[in-house]
């Protein structure tokens, strides 16, 4: 009987917690891919994609775990302990489901792969993992998980062809090579 009761509180607490692992895990995703597919569709080299990758991955996760941690505290404007620590798990969570799976579209860039093949296999990464939480997602709320799993994949790829889209954009108009 003890390990259902465990299983119902683990559940209670994933679900607890579920929206923002998932708002993290979204956003880590598409803002970091998204950062690749801009620096990469505007031609620069690896070490830009990295530094800029890395440097927006923290700082984003960080600005969304803050603003996590005040919009909690905000509704009741509760100033006690108990409010300041059920408000830091959630900015906790939120920061750990951005940058954990933020970091995967960096991979394919930490690699020792030859070739032009690491933005393909950054791109792969990133969508079979959108659609991997898109499922999870499903599963932990009853929602058909095949098509959660789909919506996170479509929101993920238009997003990074955006980002890829303006970034070949701007190299076009610095380069000359298109004129407004």
Do not use: C, K, W
């Not at 969304?64 to 900015?91: I, V």
């Not at 690491?118 to 990464?125: G, T």
């Not at 599963?139 to 994949?153: Q, V």
């Amino acid at each position: 009987m003890r390990v259902t009761e465990g299983g119902d509180t683990g559940r209670r607490v994933l679900r607890h917690f579920l929206p923002d692992m998932v708002y993290g895990a979204n956003d880590g995703l598409i803002t970091t891919f998204a950062i690749v597919a801009g620096v990469t569709g505007a031609g620069l080299s690896m070490t830009v994609v990295l530094i800029l990758g890395f440097s927006s991955l923290l700082a984003d996760g960080f600005s969304m775990a803050t603003s996590n941690y005040l919009a909690e505290r905000t509704p009741a404007g509760d100033e006690t302990q108990t409010a300041r620590r059920h408000a830091a798990r959630h900015a906790l969570v939120t920061f750990l489901g951005f940058v954990i799976p933020g970091i995967v579209p960096l991979m394919a860039y930490l690699l020792p792969i030859t070739g032009d093949y690491r933005f393909v296999l950054a791109a792969v990464m990133t969508l079979v993992m959108l659609f991997v939480i898109g499922v999870g997602r499903g599963l932990a709320t009853g929602l058909p998980a095949l098509r959660a799993g789909l919506e996170m994949l479509l929101v993920g790829a238009l997003a990074a062809g955006v980002a890829y889209g303006v970034g070949a954009l701007g190299a076009l108009l610095v380069s000359g090579g298109l004129t407004v």
